[in-house]
């Protein structure tokens, strides 16, 4: 993959056709190909072997996906009392983080944790409760429809959560915060203490229902609260007590909640129906598309995009809104552009109104397939070769770790150019005339620490004295090791500037020396 994906900027799913091929033959081939990679992953230190685990994380990425998906359509497929919210969660989870392991049961272990402490809150005072008494936790694989203790001893219980959960733990909602997607990762959550209001929702339903109380996730005009059946006595709404995950687990009446309603300007015969599970997990996706769209670093925001937007075409097929967005994505990236056709053809045969768009993204993927093929072909033939002037006008090299000196990022050199070689906009946008040796200077291409893939001018870099790994997803791409005060490139990058490698060690030892 190495020598055939290098001048790839993203990598399409026909590059891991093998690993489709060997998962469809045996279900336990996934299992094999996923611990086989991650015995990759973990065989040497981790500054050690960038270029192959690089490449190895993208393999484990589609094999996982192939796995989680059957995994979701089993799922999805069970009677809707064994569609577990929190097991849902975790899915999400493991879908977005598919190189991690799995998430679930150290998840289960810290649910189970934060309901015995609840029950410790009460255990002295209230020893004759009879959740105290039972001294277990309800541990099931169903949806718990029915609390199993009287009102007025879940009322007690459900303080005692509060007080975990708010005051113990400090959980607390992210709103409407779209700047880390770690924020929808309930295994995230759980250990930062900070969530979208659905995590924290999912996350207190789960702890109340193993502390024996049924509670049921609501969206009011935006808004998500608890229901819970308090006064079973009354009639409609009125039976019911609210608890309003984003205000400290307060506990409100119909009435608080149904200002919402008003001051949204929504049908005031709204009823506080349960939202269902599936319609929970979609809007969890969505969440996650806006942070793709948001995010800082480009390859991990369209990352994020892809994994939501492939996610959400399992939770919900009929979406063609959701597959035309992820078409778009795949267009922009120039990947998977045989699936592109296939959700285009899917999009015209539901809705014939679409064939305008459609028929023009069709054509321009056709024309990317053939524009990728020549562009193979012409990298196969002839790749550039940088090679150093004898003025040494190019003060640095590939593979130095370097510090800007005006907006202060830390990064590392993966390209260079002798001069600037960006568009007259770009170069007349970043104020590059108003540097002393404007665009007349050597431009370096750097992967900064944040994430971002950047074009800096010599005059603005300065080397590095910082013995610290620069944290990009791209890394391991260009290089093959880390060694404190530089990088060493992989044998493709070596080849494209052969005369770097000596001028790096030039110049780290002239600075070490003086």
Same mark, same amino acid.
């Given at each position: 993959?190495?020598?055939?994906?290098?001048?790839?900027?993203?990598?399409?799913?026909?590059?891991? *056709?093998?690993?489709?091929?060997?998962?469809?033959?045996?279900?336990?081939?996934?299992?094999?190909?996923?611990?086989?990679?991650?015995?990759?992953?973990?065989?040497?230190?981790?500054?050690?072997?960038?270029? #192959?685990?690089?490449?190895?994380?993208?393999?484990?990425?589609?094999?996982?996906?192939?796995?989680?998906?059957?995994?979701?359509?089993?799922?999805? &497929?069970?009677?809707?009392?064994?569609?577990?919210?929190?097991? !849902?969660?975790?899915?999400? @989870? $493991?879908?977005?983080?598919?190189?991690?392991?799995?998430?679930?049961?150290?998840?289960?272990?810290?649910?189970?944790?934060?309901?015995?402490?609840?029950?410790?809150?009460?255990?002295?005072?209230?020893?004759?409760?009879? &959740?105290?008494?039972?001294?277990?936790?309800?541990?099931?694989?169903?949806?718990?429809?029915?609390?199993?203790?009287?009102?007025?001893?879940?009322?007690?219980?459900?303080?005692?959560?509060?007080?975990?959960?708010?005051?113990?733990?400090?959980? $607390?909602?992210?709103?409407?915060?779209?700047?880390?997607?770690?924020?929808?990762?309930?295994?995230?959550? #759980?250990?930062?203490?900070?969530?979208?209001?659905?995590?924290?929702?999912?996350?207190?339903?789960? =702890?109340?229902?193993?502390?024996?109380?049924?509670?049921?996730? #609501?969206? *009011?005009?935006?808004?998500?609260?608890?229901?819970?059946?308090?006064?079973?006595?009354?009639?409609?709404?009125?039976?019911?007590?609210?608890?309003?995950?984003?205000?400290?687990?307060?506990?409100?009446?119909? &009435?608080? *909640?149904?200002?919402?309603?008003?001051?949204?300007?929504?049908?005031?015969?709204?009823?506080?129906?349960?939202?269902?599970?599936?319609?929970?997990?979609?809007?969890?996706?969505?969440?996650?598309?806006? =942070?793709?769209?948001?995010?800082?670093?480009?390859?991990?925001?369209?990352?994020?995009?892809?994994?939501?937007?492939?996610?959400?075409? #399992?939770?919900?097929?009929?979406?063609?809104?959701?597959?035309?967005?992820?078409?778009?994505?795949?267009?922009?990236?120039?990947?998977?552009?045989?699936?592109?056709?296939?959700?285009?053809?899917?999009?015209?045969?539901?809705?014939?109104? @679409?064939?305008?768009?459609?028929?023009?993204?069709?054509?321009? %993927?056709?024309?990317?397939?053939?524009?990728?093929?020549?562009?193979?072909?012409?990298?196969?033939?002839?790749?550039?070769?940088?090679?150093?002037?004898?003025?040494?006008?190019?003060?640095?090299?590939? !593979?130095?770790?370097?510090?800007?000196?005006?907006?202060?990022?830390?990064?590392?050199?993966?390209?260079?150019?002798?001069?600037?070689?960006?568009?007259?906009?770009?170069?007349?946008?970043?104020?590059?005339?108003?540097?002393?040796?404007?665009?007349?200077?050597?431009?370096?291409?750097?992967?900064?620490?944040?994430?971002?893939?950047?074009?800096? %001018?010599?005059?603005?870099?300065?080397?590095?004295?910082?013995?610290?790994?620069?944290?990009?997803?791209?890394?391991?791409?260009?290089?093959?090791?880390?060694?404190?005060?530089?990088?060493?490139?992989?044998? $493709?990058?070596?080849?494209?500037?052969?005369?770097?490698?000596?001028?790096?060690?030039?110049?780290?030892?002239?600075?070490?020396?003086?």
């Amino acid at each position: 993959m190495t020598r055939e994906y290098y001048h790839h900027e993203n990598i399409s799913h026909e590059a891991f *056709v093998n690993f489709r091929t060997l998962c469809a033959e045996r279900p336990i081939n996934h299992n094999l190909i996923i611990d086989e990679i991650n015995s990759i992953l973990q065989a040497t230190e981790s500054h050690l072997n960038l270029t #192959i685990k690089y490449y190895a994380k993208k393999c484990l990425r589609f094999v996982r996906h192939l796995q989680l998906e059957t995994e979701w359509r089993n799922f999805l &497929a069970r009677p809707s009392n064994k569609i577990t919210l929190l097991e !849902g969660a975790c899915l999400i @989870s $493991q879908w977005c983080q598919p190189t991690d392991i799995d998430c679930l049961r150290d998840t289960f272990y810290f649910i189970n944790n934060l309901a015995r402490m609840a029950l410790v809150n009460i255990r002295d005072k209230l020893p004759d409760h009879p &959740a105290v008494r039972k001294e277990s936790l309800h541990v099931s694989n169903e949806v718990l429809e029915k609390s199993l203790w009287s009102p007025s001893d879940c009322k007690i219980l459900l303080k005692s959560l509060n007080s975990v959960f708010y005051r113990t733990r400090s959980y $607390q909602s992210s709103k409407n915060d779209f700047s880390c997607a770690e924020y929808t990762f309930i295994d995230k959550v #759980i250990f930062r203490g900070i969530g979208i209001p659905i995590v924290l929702g999912i996350l207190y339903q789960t =702890v109340a229902a193993r502390l024996g109380i049924a509670c049921f996730p #609501i969206n *009011v005009a935006g808004h998500i609260f608890l229901k819970w059946l308090e006064h079973p006595q009354l009639e409609g709404e009125q039976a019911y007590t609210y608890i309003d995950i984003l205000e400290d687990g307060a506990f409100r009446t119909w &009435a608080h *909640v149904d200002s919402y309603v008003v001051e949204a300007g929504e049908d005031p015969n709204t009823k506080a129906e349960p939202v269902p599970a599936r319609k929970l997990f979609i809007q969890m996706c969505w969440n996650l598309v806006e =942070v793709g769209r948001q995010i800082h670093g480009v390859g991990e925001g369209y990352l994020c995009l892809c994994d939501a937007l492939e996610l959400l075409s #399992i939770l919900s097929p009929d979406d063609m809104e959701n597959k035309l967005l992820l078409a778009r994505v795949y267009m922009h990236l120039a990947i998977n552009m045989t699936e592109v056709i296939s959700l285009l053809q899917e999009i015209a045969s539901h809705d014939p109104l @679409s064939t305008g768009i459609v028929g023009y993204m069709h054509q321009s %993927a056709l024309t990317t397939m053939e524009t990728q093929k020549i562009k193979m072909h012409q990298l196969k033939e002839k790749v550039k070769v940088q090679t150093r002037d004898d003025e040494n006008r190019v003060k640095f090299a590939v !593979g130095m770790i370097m510090k800007h000196k005006m907006y202060n990022y830390r990064c590392v050199i993966y390209g260079w150019d002798s001069e600037c070689v960006a568009s007259r906009d770009w170069i007349k946008q970043m104020g590059v005339y108003k540097l002393p040796s404007k665009d007349r200077q050597p431009f370096y291409h750097v992967l900064a620490e944040d994430g971002t893939n950047r074009y800096a %001018a010599q005059e603005n870099l300065e080397i590095d004295n910082e013995i610290e790994e620069i944290t990009h997803i791209e890394i391991g791409r260009y290089f093959e090791s880390y060694h404190e005060n530089y990088y060493r490139p992989n044998k $493709q990058k070596e080849f494209e500037y052969p005369q770097d490698g000596e001028a790096r060690m030039k110049i780290l030892s002239s600075i070490k020396d003086s």
